[in-house]
């Protein structure tokens, strides 16, 4: 492949571009934009678009990187160090044998170390007893001010994160509704005030609307609030209808008309109790004039996005008065606690209460800073933080299909399932303008008729692949698996487990080693319908992991991360995963394999070695602490309160792969000058 070199130095050159701005100890770029005006910036997704890329290779790392981030609101700088590491330790002999194994290695040895080896260090962001309800204040305020830690600069990350935390709180955004509408509307819930401090930010109850009152007739209480996208006052013509006026006379009847009309309708609203009427579109100066008289404030050309926010959290369609529906009684009104103007620097804004019809309460943020510039940096920054936190309620699940296979019980020696035997996984990315769903074909099982499988085969040492690595019976426990042959329709294999642990049960189990006390088990049974996974333990914001320790993992567990899976920041998830996955890969029998798992355990280490920088020895202590307490069972040695979402991690390691295997499957690169034309099919070839 000719195009190998070029590729490992086009990720070197990207990875160059942004590694000065990663982690907290991280410095600013300054992008001058084409108007001339200048951006400090630590964001990587915006490093990587300002950036003038030519080879189209380099343009596809960069768009990769900035969709994974855009899916996930994290990780672009992390992306594009973890994929020049992976590309700069490949071979040029086993590039095509590398790309043909990623696959392989995904189901095989990846999704093993995260499942086996990773979750039992794993914490919970939900309080305890409600798993997947809502997300706990304590880790709500480790994960956004570690995550804007690494996007703002010294003294921001602490204010913001708490402004965050408050705004999360007081719209109900513990959940995944309010959260989904939050981050999808947030450009409109929150206003930029210049020349003033950070200190200055506020989180205000209701909205704010970026216009001034057309007219403003000021009222006490609860009033109605009506939504319009058309102008009131009727119009004379409408589109593809033709009005003749023959005479002055007739044309003066004619606009006296309109205005009655207009006059009816605002009484009509006034009489419905309407005394705010909130307009998409510019309304005529009779319209303004009718609502003075009859003390209805009006607000015009809000922009669509405003419209439909409005709409959105509370219920109500824009108001028609077409027709007879003048008559007709207003029922199309929102209800509306307060609205008033109100001052933001030279800017002047409308402030309007509403109650919310769902989850969600509406609340906006306030935020100020010295410049614009600064501003635009902590409103983009925490709109990624709100998308970051959504993908907390996210799992990676799989299922068990099968048939004619059985499991044995006990301590699962000897035991196994087919390779043939697939699950899918299917994870939803939310993409700000577009969302995409990657499925990955998951291998589960092995039978103990296709041990001398040679399609990528483990070497399997008469283990099964869905218990744990042990070599002898779990004393004190008892382990029932059953695959049952027409359970449903679709074949699903129906797993049943009943698990009990007891004391010192890690004291047998040297090779899976979990963090923390071990002490407290949780006994978990899998239903007919769905298997239970053995549930985090509740979080402990800097009790350290000896406290929030998962139990042991169980066999044939019923997803790969659990919602609200979170590590501690600082490098924790790259040197747990880089340890298992060479555990794992020793039991690979395929070289191509063994190969590519090196290189991406390797490759994980380069994103530690980059957040600690250049300060002597940081690492490598940092290294050899962890991995210690890995070998002999120990807690790790937590430093940092701070967390991060796995399932994010997770997601960036398998995007990272899906774009190696796109680059190391180009054959040729063709440069178009032109946009092709379409050919016909009478064309002849004289013609070209």
Not at 431 to 437: F, L
Request: proline share 5%.
């Amino acid at each position: 492949m000719a195009a190998r070199p070029g590729l490992q130095q086009e990720a070197a050159a990207l990875a160059g571009a942004v590694r000065g701005a990663l982690g907290p100890r991280g410095g600013r770029a300054l992008l001058v934009r084409p108007d001339g005006r200048a951006l400090l910036t630590r964001d990587g997704r915006r490093l990587l678009e300002a950036l003038s890329l030519q080879p189209p290779t380099a343009r596809l790392m960069a768009a990769c990187a900035c969709r994974h981030q855009g899916a996930t609101g994290d990780g672009a700088k992390t992306f594009v160090l973890l994929l020049a590491a992976v590309l700069g330790a490949m071979r040029e002999d086993c590039v095509r044998r590398a790309a043909r194994a990623l696959p392989a290695f995904e189901r095989r040895v990846l999704e093993r170390a995260v499942a086996r080896g990773l979750r039992p260090h794993l914490r919970s962001a939900f309080p305890a007893g409600g798993l997947g309800a809502e997300l706990e204040a304590a880790a709500l305020e480790a994960l956004l001010e570690a995550y804007l830690r690494g996007r703002l600069g010294p003294g921001e990350p602490r204010r913001l994160a708490l402004l965050g935390c408050e705004l999360c709180a007081r719209c109900g955004a513990a959940r995944p509704p309010a959260l989904r509408l939050l981050g999808r509307r947030f450009p409109q819930l929150h206003a930029a005030a210049a020349g003033l401090p950070l200190a200055s930010s506020r989180v205000l109850p209701g909205i704010l609307l970026r216009r001034d009152f057309a007219a403003y007739c000021p009222a006490t209480g609860r009033l109605r609030a009506v939504l319009v996208t058309r102008c009131l006052r009727p119009a004379l013509t409408a589109p593809g209808v033709e009005c003749a006026v023959r005479s002055e006379r007739q044309h003066r009847a004619a606009l006296r008309w309109c205005g009655e009309r207009t006059e009816a309708v605002m009484e009509r609203l006034r009489s419905g109790g309407v005394r705010l009427l909130l307009s998409g579109v510019k309304q005529h100066e009779e319209v303004i004039y009718y609502a003075k008289l009859h003390g209805v404030s009006v607000v015009e050309c809000l922009s669509s996005e405003e419209v439909a926010l409005i709409s959105e959290i509370t219920g109500v369609l824009p108001y028609d008065p077409a027709g007879d529906s003048v008559q007709r009684e207003v029922t199309e009104a929102a209800v509306a606690t307060f609205c008033q103007p109100l001052l933001l620097g030279s800017q002047r804004y409308v402030h309007v209460g509403f109650s919310g019809t769902g989850t969600f309460q509406p609340h906006c943020l306030v935020l100020c800073a010295p410049v614009d510039a600064v501003n635009e940096q902590h409103a983009a920054a925490l709109h990624g933080a709100f998308t970051m936190l959504l993908q907390l309620f996210r799992a990676v699940d799989q299922e068990c299909g099968a048939e004619g296979e059985s499991q044995n019980s006990a301590s699962g020696v000897g035991s196994g399932c087919s390779p043939a035997t697939e699950m899918q996984l299917i994870t939803e990315s939310i993409v700000c303008d577009s969302s995409q769903v990657f499925e990955h074909q998951l291998g589960v099982c092995r039978s103990e008729t296709a041990t001398q499988s040679s399609d990528l085969a483990l070497q399997e040492s008469q283990q099964a692949d869905c218990t744990p690595e042990a070599s002898a019976p779990v004393p004190h426990s008892k382990e029932l698996n059953v695959c049952t042959n027409g359970a449903d329709s679709a074949g699903t294999c129906k797993l049943h487990a009943l698990c009990e642990h007891a004391d010192g049960m890690h004291e047998s189990h040297p090779r899976h080693l979990a963090v923390g006390s071990h002490r407290n088990y949780s006994t978990a049974v899998t239903s007919d319908s769905a298997s239970t996974a053995t549930p985090c333990g509740h979080l402990g914001v800097g009790k350290g992991l000896e406290k929030t320790g998962c139990g042991a993992a169980q066999s044939c567990s019923s997803s790969i991360l659990e919602a609200g899976s979170v590590l501690p920041v600082g490098g924790y998830f790259e040197i747990l995963l880089h340890y298992y996955i060479q555990l794992y890969a020793k039991q690979v029998q395929q070289s191509a394999i063994a190969v590519i798992s090196n290189v991406v355990a390797d490759a994980l280490l380069s994103i530690p070695k980059a957040l600690y920088g250049t300060e002597r020895n940081s690492f490598t202590k940092f290294y050899l602490e962890t991995t210690e307490a890995l070998r002999k069972n120990q807690p790790l040695p937590v430093n940092e309160e701070g967390l991060e979402s796995v399932y994010c991690k997770y997601q960036l390691v398998t995007s990272v792969l899906h774009c190696v295997a796109e680059l190391l499957n180009i054959d040729l690169i063709i440069g178009v000058k032109r946009p092709l034309q379409k050919i016909e099919d009478n064309d002849s070839d004289d013609d070209f």
